[in-house]
């Protein structure tokens, strides 16, 4: 059994900054890919950003320049530092991790979810 525990998320002025993080705990053997998803309300889930074991990452052409992800694959950890907030940021945030359990079984598992509003 694999958890993701997330935290950080809150309400912000435009413009403000936040951060979010991610810890993985449980029967984990590896991870290979962890990142960060986002749903606003009436919108599909999407990725925010991601990043492999060999930190190459990947973020929405939305976030660029203003959203930086990093990892600790030691202690199996993911943060996003979020600055320049915009309006449009507004969503509940998901923290994803694609696990390699001790049985080598290979799975997704999602956090719970943390309410980020940027809001005057």
């Known amino acids: 059994q694999v958890q993701l525990v997330e935290s950080g998320g809150g309400l912000v002025q435009p413009g403000g900054s936040l951060r979010l993080s991610c810890a993985a705990y449980?029967?984990?053997?590896?991870?290979?890919?962890m990142g960060w998803y986002r749903q606003a309300p009436g919108k599909q889930r999407e990725l925010v950003a991601d990043?492999?074991?060999?930190?190459?990452?990947n973020y929405a052409d939305s976030v660029k320049g203003r959203f930086t992800l990093s990892r600790d694959s030691a202690k199996n950890t993911l943060t996003l530092q979020m600055n320049s907030l915009k309006p449009e940021d507004t969503a509940v945030y998901y923290c994803?991790?694609?696990?390699?359990?001790?049985?080598?079984?290979?799975?997704?598992?999602w956090g719970q979810g943390t309410q980020v509003t940027v809001s005057s």
């Open positions: 449980g029967n984990i053997y590896s991870i290979y890919e």
């Open positions: 990043i492999t074991d060999g930190y190459s990452t």
């Open positions: 994803r991790a694609h696990v390699t359990d001790n049985d080598y079984i290979v799975g997704d598992y």
